[in-house]
């Protein structure tokens, strides 16, 4: 037993860490036989990536506010009142995994041309690719939030808030989000993940946002597309990890919360 | 400040009223998921069956199932979903368990918990530049391989090849796997297992007879969900070789970037509503399995 545990480990090790190393050590390369730091500066002198990487953290606050907004209250009701409806509501946001995005992107190409109120929707990226990419935040959102809510004892928290005469947005802001914030945050971390991400659905709608232009920058410098696609990996991982670190002390549940 | 309202479910009034309303809060997901979701969807499947001019027709339909250049990508999709998800289930299966055995709050089950997060949702672009910088012609990998006399593209292999895609595609197929099965194996309870061991129970008598047949229906709901995944994704494959693959979701982009022929655009659509007939059927099959899961693991 404790062999096989150690073969799949080190298999899992190499698998995973072993393309981050290469592409670590080629993002590194300088021209010659030298490395440096050279493709990761790149962010700051090329305007079109600042220009889509700014686009992109204003997509990903939407995202993030307006994917907690309506996910927070609906898991909290659901988890008080209608416990049954728990199975129906995993099942609904688990398909963002398996619908192709590159067919919502082929339906909201067809909404965009019509001519229809709607197609005003599609005037920026921000209030084009926001509302979709909530859709796509649903499944770790879910997950998350329902393994957070899980750990806390919710029905006592939420009786007593209201016995002492707290309203709803009391007992929802006060009350259940701070008891909740590692799984809050580690939903928020992976939806800018997402879309740091996402080509998809951009490419064929034709906005540059900053995947969309790592990926063009790719075909001209392949170096700063690998520099800029990992620095954007590492990182979230990283935040991920502090969080866990930082907010699942000891409290059983809570980091399983992060994903 | 008065009353002292309870959180209990609602005891007043008739039953379906109340129960009418109780609905009522869920109503705000319901609806944001019939827009933002469905009308995409339903869009697709209202224009798969229309020509250029908006009339009825089953052409496109028929076109895409019947062309050749359509069928192949179909075949080379669903092979492709096929082995990316056998061996991202298994290994999945036997890492997270590996992952679980540790002890919970340990470096090690936070570190896989975070990065199988980052891996399974948002692995399409960075996967694809690390694993040609890994693999790729002048890559690590292929130089080291190459030092260690096995030549890899002498062999044949490429990196923009559906092999090559599909080794990216593990990639976040695994992570996604421990996601996904983990719940379930830290559901089966210790005292299962010290039940069968007081009733006299070998080690492989508790698997045979209580662990695998609890497991089975989520490991397989896992897998439905993995297949799924990775006949739908697209992005890595768009990231490595600018989708110029026989996939579907790069007939479906060529279709309606109408640089194949004018008024291919519905037949891209069709091409979208085979695809979401596809995933319809997987999520039946999901939904039987989960309901089978949730009997044991809750």
């Given at each position: 037993m404790r062999l096989w545990r150690g073969v799949i480990l080190a298999l899992a090790a190499v698998y995973f860490v072993g393309?981050?190393?290469?592409?670590?050590?080629?993002?590194?390369?300088?021209?010659?036989?030298?490395?440096?730091?050279?493709?990761?500066?790149?962010?700051?002198?090329?305007?079109?990536?600042?220009?889509?990487?700014?686009?992109?953290?204003?997509?990903?606050?939407?995202?993030i506010v307006l994917t907690l907004a309506l996910m927070v209250p609906t898991v909290v009701y659901v988890r008080l009142r209608l416990p049954r409806l728990g199975l129906l509501l995993e099942g609904v946001t688990v398909l963002p995994i398996v619908i192709p995005p590159v067919v919502m992107a082929a339906g909201m190409a067809t909404v965009q041309a019509g001519a229809g109120p709607a197609s005003r929707l599609f005037d920026t990226p921000l209030t084009a690719l926001t509302p979709f990419y909530v859709i796509l935040a649903l499944p770790f959102t879910y997950r998350s939030l329902d393994a957070g809510l899980r750990a806390i004892d919710l029905r006592t928290l939420v009786e007593a808030a209201?016995?002492?005469?707290?309203?709803?947005?009391?007992?929802?802001?006060?009350?259940?989000?701070?008891?909740?914030?590692?799984?809050?945050?580690?939903?928020?971390?992976?939806?800018?993940?997402?879309?740091?991400?996402?080509?998809?659905?951009?490419?064929?709608?034709?906005?540059?946002?900053?995947?969309?232009?790592?990926?063009?920058?790719?075909?001209?410098?392949?170096?700063?597309?690998?520099?800029?696609?990992?620095?954007?990996?590492?990182?979230?991982?990283?935040?991920?990890?502090?969080?866990?670190?930082?907010?699942?002390?000891?409290?059983?549940?809570?980091?399983?919360?992060?994903? | 400040m008065t009353s002292a309202p309870t959180v209990a479910p609602p005891r007043r009034g008739s039953g379906a009223l109340a129960r009418a309303a109780s609905l009522a809060g869920v109503a705000p997901f319901v609806l944001y998921v019939a827009v933002f979701l469905g009308i995409p969807l339903a869009t697709v499947v209202a224009g798969a069956f229309r020509d250029g001019a908006g009339q009825f027709t089953l052409a496109n339909v028929q076109a895409s199932l019947t062309s050749p250049q359509y069928t192949d990508a179909f075949g080379q999709s669903l092979l492709l979903a096929a082995w990316t998800s056998a061996?991202?289930?298994?290994?999945?299966?036997?890492?997270?368990?590996?992952?679980?055995?540790?002890?919970?709050?340990?470096?090690?089950?936070?570190?896989?918990?975070?990065?199988?997060?980052?891996?399974?949702?948002?692995?399409?672009?960075?996967?694809?530049?690390?694993?040609?910088?890994?693999?790729?012609?002048?890559?690590?990998?292929?130089?080291?391989?190459?030092?260690?006399?096995?030549?890899?593209?002498?062999?044949?292999?490429?990196?923009?090849?559906?092999?090559?895609?599909?080794l990216a595609y593990v990639y976040f197929q695994i992570p996604l796997m421990v996601i996904l099965v983990t719940p379930a194996l830290e559901g089966l309870r210790p005292q299962w297992r010290e039940a069968a061991e007081n009733l006299g129970a070998s080690a492989w008598a508790y698997w045979r007879h209580v662990g695998i047949p609890v497991l089975t229906p989520a490991v397989l709901g896992a897998a439905l969900?993995?297949?799924?995944?990775?006949?739908?994704?697209?992005?890595?494959?768009?990231?490595?070789?600018?989708?110029t693959v026989p996939l579907v979701p790069s007939q479906i982009q060529a279709a309606l970037s109408g640089n194949v022929l004018v008024g291919r655009e519905n037949v891209g659509l069709a091409l979208g509503l085979d695809m979401v007939v596809v995933i319809a059927v997987l999520m039946a099959g999901y939904a039987l399995l989960q309901r089978r899961a949730t009997r044991w693991l809750r």
């Open positions: 393309p981050l190393a290469a592409a670590a050590e080629f993002s590194l390369r300088t021209g010659g036989s030298g490395y440096g730091l050279g493709n990761y500066l790149a962010i700051a002198r090329d305007p079109e990536l600042r220009g889509a990487l700014s686009t992109s953290l204003q997509i990903a606050l939407a995202t209201r016995n002492l005469g707290a309203g709803w947005g009391t007992v929802l802001g006060r009350i259940i989000l701070p008891n909740i914030r590692t799984a809050v945050l580690g939903a928020a971390f992976l939806t800018l993940a997402l879309v740091l991400g996402e080509v998809v659905i951009a490419r064929i709608l034709l906005y540059v946002t900053f995947p969309v232009q790592v990926v063009v920058t790719g075909q001209t410098s392949a170096g700063v597309s690998v520099a800029l696609s990992l620095a954007s990996l590492v990182l979230t991982w990283l935040l991920l990890l502090l969080l866990s670190f930082a907010g699942g002390r000891g409290r059983r549940g809570t980091t399983g919360g992060i994903v | 061996v991202g289930a298994v290994f999945g299966l036997w890492l997270a368990y590996a992952v679980v055995s540790a002890p919970e709050g340990s470096p090690l089950r936070r570190i896989a918990s975070t990065a199988s997060g980052v891996l399974a949702y948002f692995g399409g672009v960075p996967l694809a530049f690390a694993f040609v910088a890994a693999l790729g012609q002048t890559g690590l990998a292929t130089r080291w391989l190459a030092d260690a006399g096995v030549d890899l593209y002498g062999s044949g292999f490429r990196i923009d090849s559906l092999t090559g895609i599909g969900l993995l297949f799924g995944n990775a006949f739908a994704a697209y992005a890595t494959a768009l990231a490595l070789v600018n989708g």
